[in-house]
């Protein structure tokens, strides 16, 4: 089984700074087989990236992906207020695993 | 629109069973899998398996294996999932998601609103 890590665990940011967020697999991840998923509190998870850098419908560009392999990485550029959340990336190119979440909040 | 709609909270007793159900709308069913995915309180994301919905064929995570079965009712457009012998640390949420995936697996694009199951004695 593929095991998926991220860090940090939480991150603290003022709205309008960058966000940078880690996601690592014990093993290389066939095609760039990486999603990131955002939660809020009460909801459902929502699609952000796919294939490590492909944006998801309707998602905003400040979001961006990159890496490949073992290590990859979700970018926001510049926070926005509802962009407070809880992230998680996932494998999907060896069986689906989810990482332990990164909590963005308001600093 | 596509959309997941989930049966209601439930509390069960531990050892019993419990059957949540996801109704799919606005696409084609047969043309996905769904998964379903746990989230216990305050925790991570958890994934139990998945149902091709064509074929009716499974993949259990290993945690699950055993103790989870995936079906579907193609008639009524609906996924279920039942997990037996619960524990109180079966108490989550429990998802239904739809994988974008078919020939190559892929992430997952739509999902349930969830439903709560509380194992309490």
């Known amino acids: 089984e593929i095991v998926v890590t991220q860090s940090p665990g939480t991150l603290s940011l003022s709205p309008g700074e960058r966000a940078t967020l880690s996601c690592r697999a014990s093993?290389?991840?066939?095609?760039?087989?990486l999603a990131w998923y955002q939660q809020k509190p009460g909801q459902a998870p929502r699609l952000l990236m796919y294939g490590a850098s492909n944006r998801a419908t309707g998602i905003p560009d400040r979001f961006s992906g990159s890496g490949s392999g073992t290590d990859f990485t979700l970018t926001i550029s510049r926070l926005e207020p509802e962009d407070f959340a809880v992230y998680y990336c996932?494998?999907?190119?060896?069986?689906?695993?989810f990482g332990p979440g990164t909590k963005v909040d308001i600093k | 629109q596509v959309q997941l709609v989930q049966s209601g909270a439930e509390v069960k007793k531990p050892g019993a069973s419990v059957k949540v159900s996801c109704k799919a709308s606005g696409y084609i069913f047969t043309g996905y899998y769904i998964h379903w995915v746990r989230q216990a309180p305050g925790q991570g994301l958890e994934w139990m398996g998945w149902?091709?919905?064509?074929?009716?064929?499974?993949n259990y995570a290993q945690n699950f294996q055993g103790r989870v079965t995936m079906s579907r009712d193609t008639s009524i457009r609906t996924a279920y999932m039942e997990v037996r012998g619960l524990f109180s640390d079966d108490t989550a949420v429990y998802y239904c998601?739809?994988?974008?995936?078919?020939?190559?697996?892929?992430?997952?694009?739509?999902w349930g609103q969830g439903t709560l199951v509380t194992v309490s004695s």
């Open positions: 149902i091709n919905l064509n074929s009716g064929g499974t």
């Open positions: 998601a739809r994988e974008t995936g078919l020939a190559v697996a892929g992430p997952f694009d739509y």
């Open positions: 996932q494998q999907y190119g060896g069986s689906f695993t």
């Open positions: 093993q290389s991840v066939s095609s760039s087989s």
